[in-house]
């Protein structure tokens, strides 16, 4: 109820406001401050649940910290900035965002995986250096991927709440439970509102501890690559789609513009009679769900999460699925242009 009460109180008052034009996809001003909610949810939520414990409450929930929430809390705070000024260039935030990536493993060696290449490739490329450097472009990338999904409701902060729920289910950190009921609190008054979005903070932090969480689970051993690439797949295939795209164009990958699925589907569903606030949140919900539902689906059943050739074939799937969404929603958007 807090938590709900300083949502409404945030999204009243002219607080990291953001300007309707913001996303392509809002047309109405709406707060920024929701990251900043969903954190010092998280916190509180974990304060009570470790005192429940520590005066012998019932639970066996592990409530160590995960390891890399300082780095998290240091990008997010990137983010912080640019709600508050808006004045960080692209250069600026990409610089930032590979030195505390980049520092994290560099003074963290161990948490990176030993392996990532199978013998069938020149074992050189499993050089540390070379993993270190991978897989922080990797981090860093889907940092920037994440954040081009704030704005369409439910989107983003349900793609966290998919990777949690399986970052709970396989380390059982009361860390991924307290941010499970943040998360739940948020997206329910986000597609039912419209009124608070996570924000550059929420969005960077968020996906930078589910960037992290990947590595760090895939990095036991006990699952493929490909199972953490269809939890995230909407915000890694569009990026990529976008960045080609532009380049096709002739313009710059780094430059931002409407030309994303969620926008295309939010102007379709808005022709179609849709309300804006409804447009929006059946826009964020339905990606969210398409890209997530399976492998969601498949982790619960009991498929093998070891299984390369399974979880290829599911992210495959849905790379095929995206773009053909795509090239359907533009090409009647096109028609009706002409």
């Not at 890399?68 to 809390?73: A, Q």
């Not at 600026?92 to 965002?97: A, E, F, H, M």
């Not at 998360?183 to 589910?210: H, P, Q, R």
Request: aromatic share 12%; charged share 10%; glycine share 10%.
């Amino acid at each position: 109820m807090s938590m709900i009460l300083a949502m409404l109180y945030s999204s009243e008052r002219d607080l990291l406001v953001d300007n309707a034009e913001k996303h392509g996809i809002s047309e109405k001003k709406s707060s920024r401050f929701g990251g900043v909610l969903v954190f010092f949810g998280s916190i509180a939520y974990w304060l009570v649940n470790a005192m429940i414990q520590g005066n012998g409450g019932q639970g066996a929930l592990d409530n160590r910290f995960l390891g890399f929430e300082p780095v998290v809390l240091l990008i997010g705070c990137v983010g912080l900035w640019e709600d508050s000024t808006g004045r960080l260039s692209p250069l600026v935030r990409l610089t930032l965002l590979f030195f505390f990536v980049g520092g994290y493993f560099l003074l963290n060696p161990d948490r990176l995986p030993t392996e990532v290449f199978s013998s069938n490739f020149p074992q050189i490329l499993n050089h540390e250096v070379l993993i270190g450097l991978g897989v922080t472009v990797c981090v860093v990338g889907f940092i920037n991927a994440g954040n081009i999904a704030d704005g369409a409701n439910g989107l983003l902060s349900v793609v966290a709440l998919a990777v949690c729920t399986v970052g709970y289910l396989q380390s059982g950190n009361l860390v991924y439970y307290a941010l499970l009921a943040s998360l739940v609190i948020f997206i329910m008054f986000n597609i039912t509102t419209g009124l608070i979005f996570l924000g550059d903070f929420g969005s960077y932090a968020l996906s930078a501890l589910m960037a992290l969480t990947c590595v760090e689970l895939y990095s036991s051993g006990t699952s493929s690559v490909w199972f953490y690439a269809c939890l995230v797949s909407y915000p890694c295939v569009e990026l990529l789609r976008v960045m080609i795209l532009r380049r096709l164009r002739g313009k710059s990958p780094m430059e931002a513009d409407d030309s994303h699925l969620h926008n295309y589907l939010f102007t379709k569903l808005k022709s179609l009679g849709f309300t804006p606030l409804l447009a929006n949140t059946y826009t964020g919900l339905s990606i969210a769900i398409l890209s997530t539902f399976v492998p969601l689906a498949a982790f619960f059943s009991g498929i093998s999460l070891v299984d390369p050739g399974v979880w290829f074939s599911i992210f495959a799937s849905y790379c095929i699925v995206h773009l053909a969404i795509c090239f359907y929603i533009s090409e009647s958007r096109q028609s009706r242009v002409k």
